[in-house]
């Protein structure tokens, strides 16, 4: 099992930044790619970004592109989320997910990850 717990949401305004942070825990080495997902009140899960475990490839959604950063650091077992220019439309629950065979175009389907986090509000004010 792997266990995934979010922190650093909260309240900014518009044009703001924040850090989210995902601890892992448990066979973490069992995963190969390590994702954050968001959803909003009456909207599906989607995907923001994710990342390898080795760190050769990232990937984003195009809503965040060149605004959301995600890291991993191996030594502290940590997935990182730094968003900066943030805007009101990125208000939602903010989750963390891992893969443990995740490939190709799983890497951005909520479906394509195994163990999930519990969330962390991110609430942007206009």
């Known amino acids: 099992q792997v266990q995934l717990v979010e922190s650093g949401g909260g309240l900014v305004q518009a044009g703001g930044s924040l850090r989210l942070s995902c601890a892992t825990s448990?066979?973490?080495?069992?995963?190969?790619?390590m994702g954050w997902f968001r959803q909003a009140p009456g909207t599906e899960r989607e995907f923001v970004a994710a990342i390898r475990w080795t760190g050769t490839s990232t990937y984003y959604a195009d809503s965040v592109k060149d605004r959301f950063a995600i890291s991993r650091d191996i030594a502290k077992n940590t997935v990182n989320l730094q968003m900066n220019s943030l805007k009101p439309e990125d208000t939602a629950v903010y989750y963390c997910?891992?893969?443990?065979?995740?490939?190709?175009?799983?890497?951005?389907?909520?479906?394509?990850?195994?163990?999930w986090g519990q969330g962390t509000q991110v609430t942007v004010s206009s």
């Open positions: 997910a891992g893969g443990v065979r995740t490939t190709g175009q799983e890497v951005l389907l909520a479906t394509g990850y195994d163990y």
């Open positions: 448990g066979r973490t080495f069992i995963t190969t790619h």
